[in-house]
């Protein structure tokens, strides 16, 4: 299978702290990216990493990648309410495709 | 500039049906991308179609079918129901550019098998 999986499956935090949520690959990639979607709803795009990037910060959002170890995380700095949703990673393998991650769903208690 | 709409939102089947789901992609963008989302359970690929062709398919049975039209707006047919079809089915669009970039979302359609 070349789904990926996330850690943890559930995360619950209070408003305010950070949360972070690890993505774990089994094949050769040329990016990474996160997604959020709210509770069944479309899939919102959020970060897109490259390969060659190791670190790429988009305002609350920090995303790091170890190519070596075949892995990423995703840290959401001072987590407000409105970030409860559920998370994936994504990634794109070259032809054109995104195989998607098993989800974190992140509830952040106001 | 609107984003993907997919219709119908929302729809019921009985087990031995079948059922076609429609997407139209961003206007400019050629590739449309078919996602299954069992509840609770991640996306899994169902097929990707590019300039009309279909480019890649997922590990689905045959009953799951498609096209894309001229105007790039893409169809997805299941064909003989059954109840481990029941889903969220999403579609994605992107411009053709040869990368795997960003994926652009639409509400999805929400099929129950009964």
């Known amino acids: 299978s070349q789904q990926g999986e996330e850690d943890p499956q559930a995360l619950s935090i209070q408003e305010g702290e950070n949360a972070t949520m690890n993505c774990s690959y089994k094949?050769?990639?040329?990016?990474l990216q996160w997604y959020r979607q709210n509770s069944g709803r479309g899939l919102v795009h959020l970060i897109l990493i490259r390969s060659n990037e190791r670190e790429k910060h988009s305002g609350r959002l920090r995303v790091t990648l170890d190519t070596s170890k075949k892995s990423s995380s995703l840290l959401i700095t001072a987590s407000r309410a409105a970030d409860t949703a559920s998370y994936f990673c994504?990634?794109?393998?070259?032809?054109?495709?995104?195989?998607f991650g098993t989800g974190t769903r992140l509830t952040v208690i106001p | 500039e609107a984003g993907v709409t997919q219709s119908p939102t929302h729809l019921i089947k009985t087990r031995g049906q079948q059922v076609t789901l429609r997407c139209s992609p961003i206007s400019g963008h050629t590739s449309v991308y078919w996602y299954q989302q069992a509840l609770g359970l991640g996306l899994q690929f169902l097929l990707w179609y590019d300039e009309g062709e279909e480019r890649n398919r997922g590990n689905f049975p045959p009953r799951f079918s498609g096209r894309q039209f001229p105007n790039y707006s893409s169809e997805l047919n299941v064909n003989a129901l059954e109840l481990e079809d029941s889903a969220l089915y999403l579609c994605?669009?992107?411009?053709?550019?040869?990368?795997?970039?960003?994926?652009?979302f639409g509400e999805g359609s929400r099929l129950t098998v009964l």
């Open positions: 094949t050769s990639i040329n990016n």
């Open positions: 994504a990634f794109g393998t070259g032809a054109n495709n995104l195989f």
């Open positions: 994605a669009s992107s411009p053709s550019n040869g990368n795997t970039g960003e994926l652009f």
